[in-house]
T-cell receptor
Framework: AQSVTQLDSHVSVSEGTPVLLRCNYS??????LFWYVQHPNKGLQLLLKYTSAATLVKGINGFEAEFKKSETSFHLTKPSAHMSDAAEYFCVVINTSGTYKYIFGTGTRLKVLA | DTEVTQTPKHLVMGMTNKKSLKCEQHMGHRAMYWYKQKAKKPPELMFV???????INESVPSRFSPECPNSSLLNLHLHALQPEDSALYLC????????????FGEGSWLTVV
């Protein structure tokens, strides 16, 4: 069975400094992994997706994530945080035993300090 | 166009009311979903429709009744809800098959009084 663990429930960074949001996954098969962002009172927006092509995935708004099979990780990074990055971030893996069960991590709330 | 549209954005209803949430997508997706999200929690799957047929019901109480009138529309009918049903209800869609991206709407905020 697949699972995903977001290692930090809250992360605070200063504006202009790097962002690292950590995600570890468990999967018996080659997984499909996603990062979504949810701004306050909004729906979920896709940041990026890994599906066994390049291990370094570039997303929107300067975010990227690296798939590391040996570490079962898919951490999200951004070189320089912006105030507008403050939001909730979800790491998601697809359950390959069925096509519809997208398994969500518990979320990481990113706070950006001025 | 990767848009899923939900209406209404906000809904307040009494415990004896009947109301509906509506969702529409024009991406040609054949899988559509309802999720429930409580504050500071990840979304929880409620229902999945595949090719307009109910494929998954995650043991949701019968006071929630989904409907998929056609491949672009998804409704969630609400009746006799409880205050603990107050939450953000998210509609989503994806292509049919494995590994496809799921696209979410902005959600409908439901308050049950």
């Amino acid at each position: 069975a697949q699972s995903v663990t977001q290692l930090d429930s809250h992360v605070s960074v200063s504006e202009g400094t790097p962002v690292l949001l950590r995600c570890n996954y468990s999967s018996s098969y080659s997984p499909s992994l996603f990062w979504y962002v949810q701004h306050p009172n909004k729906g979920l927006q896709l940041l990026l997706k890994y599906t066994s092509a390049a291990t370094l995935v570039k997303g929107i708004n300067g975010f990227e994530a690296e798939f590391k099979k040996s570490e079962t990780s898919f951490h999200l990074t951004k070189p320089s945080a912006h105030m507008s990055d403050a939001a909730e971030y979800f790491c998601v893996v697809i359950n390959t035993s069925g096509t519809y069960k997208y398994i969500f991590g518990t979320g990481t709330r990113l706070k950006v300090l001025a | 166009d990767t848009e899923v549209t939900q209406t209404p954005k906000h809904l307040v209803m009494g415990m004896t009311n009947k109301k509906s949430l509506k969702c529409e997508q024009h991406m040609g997706h054949r899988a559509m979903y309802w999720y429930k999200q409580k504050a500071k929690k990840p979304p929880e799957l409620m229902f999945v429709y595949s090719y307009e047929k109910l494929s998954i019901n995650e043991s949701v109480p019968s006071r929630f009744s989904p409907e998929c009138p056609n491949s672009s529309l998804l409704n969630l009918h609400l009746h006799a809800l409880q205050p603990e049903d107050s939450a953000l209800y998210l509609c989503a869609s994806s292509q049919e098959g494995q590994g496809y991206t799921i696209y979410f709407g902005e959600g409908s905020w439901l308050t049950v009084v």
